[in-house]
């Protein structure tokens, strides 16, 4: 179970991105997080991969407290961020390198497949659409099996059609081995695909504005009626989570000393 | 480097669409030689129909006469070797020492402001600055032409080191940290591979400012090398020599960057560059 605990972030600016927020997820629920920009989505995901320290409350997987990167907690980006530097293979396994070189490529090989990447093993990431590069991303955080998986607008820079297809990617391979996911996304549509369910957050600070169960059975038809009302009950939640708020563009977090 | 930089050859797909654009390039490149090739065949004209005398711009024929000579009786080779050599160590020394440095004060704050204003303010001082003082120091012979050219040397390379790994991505650093790689899996896996094009880079113009250095460290009293060869020729009054030496230096010059860049390119063939690199 991963549980946020009254889980505060304050920036060194000043800036309250996040004020008390709690959450359980059970394992193998797919929770999709939406709200506005700048409602502190990003911050909650980097305090739960480790990345960043909480000013207040705690991240707890399985009763273990999470104050840095764990074995068990992997993290999509927005951006694909492959190594330009490792064939599509090489980041795929980037998280195994541990493991011995058999081994790996067997996982490596299997993970591609699953995401319909076999045949693109040997190129560098320069050579891939956005599109497949987001795949391996996706192959590379699964292959390390995590229990928790965290995924930040995956999708968001691509179009329609893409991001159907790989709905159905990640779909089959959080089938394997059914982690947490706990998804940010823009899209209705998308949260209402994915997810178990509906988390809206608030800015300013950034919390909790509701929470919605979906309770929809799966695999999903998206042309289904109980789909259209899930989805027409999460777009009001959002609407009235949008309501007194004005937008802020969100800022790029800053960080020095990145090595030492 | 990264194993897997190494391994995986047969990517090369993306090599061929510059293709098509060859023959106009030709055009292009032929173009930039008309003014060269023109006033060269020029000034071989005018010399043999007598307009000129070519005492003190001798014609394209007596130079490449000269060069030939020269490297006829081997004395060129002699040159050569020498001003190579002088080259070779005096970059060892500046580049290890560049990357040492660079290298400590890109990676930590500490080390960076103890090592950078110190260095920067050298830095001001213009490097045939030091020449009195290291002829003081070292002698007139061989340790102090070293010394001028690794001082020549050290900065730019000190400064791309430092520079690339400030600069390293932030995001992708973050990846490191997300699968938990060791710090020496970091470096080798994150930061080396990351700095790696800049660090040609300014190796490479460590290595032009090195050639330049070695000029004027044999202006300083040597019995060989290229820098003798041209003060020789000035003593001497025979601009065909100090031609030749020129012209020695250019290919020198040229053949040790491409060396360097044929040397590194199977390295960064992950690179996602906008052309092929000059
Ligand atoms: N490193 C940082 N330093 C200071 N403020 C920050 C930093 N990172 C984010 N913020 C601020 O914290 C708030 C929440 O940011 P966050 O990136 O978590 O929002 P978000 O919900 O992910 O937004 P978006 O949907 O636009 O990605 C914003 O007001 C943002 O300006
Ligand atoms: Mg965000």
Request: hydrophobic content about 60%.
């Given at each position: 179970m991963l549980v946020l605990d009254r889980l505060s972030k304050t920036y060194a600016d000043g800036t309250a991105a996040l004020s008390n927020v709690s959450l359980q997820v059970r394992p193998g629920e797919i929770v999709a997080l939406i709200g506005g920009s700048g409602c502190g989505k990003t911050t909650a995901l980097r305090l739960i991969a480790g990345l960043d320290r909480p000013s207040a409350g705690a991240v707890r997987l399985d009763d273990e407290l999470v104050v840095e990167p764990h074995p068990a907690i992997g993290i999509v980006f927005q951006e694909p961020r492959l190594l330009p530097w490792h064939t599509v293979a090489d980041n795929v396994g980037f998280g195994l390198m541990d493991r011995p070189a058999a081994e790996r490529r067997e996982i490596v090989a299997h993970a591609l497949e699953r995401v319909g990447l076999a045949e693109h093993a040997h190129r560098w990431p320069k050579e891939l659409s956005g599109g497949q590069q987001q795949r391996v991303a996706i192959a590379r955080s699964f292959v390390t099996r995590p229990k928790v998986l965290l995924l930040d607008e995956p999708f968001s820079a691509l179009d329609a059609f893409t991001r159907a297809s790989l709905h159905e990617h990640l779909f089959r391979l959080w089938d394997e081995t059914r982690p947490t996911v706990l998804v940010v996304t823009h899209d209705v549509s998308e949260a209402v695909t994915l997810a178990d369910r509906v988390v809206v957050m608030r800015p300013k600070p950034g919390r909790v504005d509701d929470e919605l169960d979906l309770g929809l059975a799966r695999p999903r038809d998206r042309m289904s009626a109980a789909v259209e009302v899930a989805t027409r009950r999460v777009l009001a939640a959002l609407d009235r989570s949008l309501k007194p708020v004005q937008n802020r563009p969100a800022g790029g977090p800053a960080g020095n000393a990145l090595w030492w | 480097m990264t194993e897997a930089a190494l391994a995986e050859g047969s990517v090369g797909a993306a090599a061929a669409p510059a293709r098509a654009g060859n023959k106009q390039l030709d055009l292009r490149v032929l173009l930039g030689l008309v003014l060269p090739v023109g006033l060269a065949l020029g000034w071989e004209a005018a010399v043999r129909f007598g307009l000129a005398q070519g005492r003190l711009v001798p014609p394209p024929s007596r130079i490449l006469q000269t060069f030939a000579e020269l490297a006829r009786s081997g004395e060129l080779s002699t040159h050569v070797w020498a001003t190579l050599w002088r080259v070779a160590v005096g970059f060892g020394l500046g580049a290890a020492g560049g990357i040492l440095l660079g290298a400590l004060s890109g990676i930590s704050d500490t080390s960076r402001r103890l090592l950078d204003p110190t260095l920067q303010a050298l830095r001001a001082i213009p490097s045939i600055a030091w020449v009195p003082l290291f002829i003081?120091?070292?002698?007139?012979?061989?340790?102090?032409?070293?010394?001028?050219?690794?001082?020549?040397?050290?900065?730019?390379?000190?400064?791309?080191?430092?520079?690339?790994?400030?600069?390293?991505?932030?995001?992708?650093?973050?990846?490191?940290?997300?699968?938990?790689?060791?710090?020496?899996?970091?470096?080798?896996?994150?930061?080396?591979?990351?700095?790696?094009?800049?660090?040609?880079?300014?190796?490479?113009?460590?290595?032009?400012?090195?050639?330049?250095?070695?000029?004027?460290?044999?202006?300083?009293?040597?019995?060989?090398?290229?820098?003798?060869l041209l003060v020789d020729g000035q003593q001497m009054g025979k601009p065909d020599r100090i031609l030749a030496a020129i012209i020695a230096f250019a290919l020198l010059g040229k053949l040790a960057d491409a060396i360097l860049v044929a040397a590194t390119r199977p390295l960064l063939r992950w690179q996602d560059v906008s052309r092929e690199r000059l």
């Open positions: - | 003081l120091w070292l002698g007139i012979f061989e340790a102090s032409k070293v010394a001028l050219i690794a001082v020549g040397v050290f900065f730019p390379v000190y400064l791309g080191v430092a520079g690339a790994i400030m600069s390293v991505d932030r995001k992708l650093v973050e990846v490191g940290r997300v699968f938990r790689l060791s710090r020496s899996a970091q470096v080798r896996r994150i930061l080396l591979p990351a700095i790696l094009p800049e660090t040609i880079i300014a190796l490479r113009s460590g290595l032009g400012l090195g050639f330049m250095f070695v000029v004027a460290a044999e202006f300083m009293g040597a019995s060989e090398g290229l820098g003798y």
